[in-house]
């Protein structure tokens, strides 16, 4: 399994509407293609601002091509995304997942 980190920055005053924007876009986008494995997103409050964290899972890199295009390393970004004053990362991470539990109250 793979994962792919994408980090952004938006004002505090956007960090609901954007995160309500990153589900209608890269999360409805990633897990419409095959080898979507799951994301999680992650948020932490910095100053005046709020920092997000996407971690989708992918079962290999050409899943993750089919999403993202031939150069996986570049961030998919979205035509509104301006709209909520983000500050992206432009590049996103891969790793390799070597160990996935989840405790037996979170698997629900």
């Known amino acids: 399994m793979i994962a792919r980190e994408w980090k952004c920055r938006v004002p505090e005053t956007h960090s609901e509407g954007f995160t ?4 209608e876009t890269g999360i409805k986008d990633s897990s419409a293609t095959p080898g979507f494995l799951g994301a999680q997103i992650f948020r932490r409050s910095l100053t ?3 920092e ?3 971690i989708t899972y ?3 890199l050409e ?3 089919a999403f993202a ?3 996986i390393s570049q961030a998919r970004l979205y035509p509104e995304d301006e709209v909520y004053e983000l500050e992206p990362d432009l590049s996103v991470k891969h790793y390799e997942v070597i160990e996935h539990q989840l405790s037996p109250e979170l698997r629900g």
């Open 63 to 65: 899943s993750i091509k």
């Open 52 to 54: 997000l964290t996407l």
């Open 48 to 50: 005046a601002k709020i």
């Open 20 to 23: 309500g924007y990153l589900y």
């Open 69 to 71: 295009g031939n150069d």
């Open 58 to 60: 992918w079962d290999n």
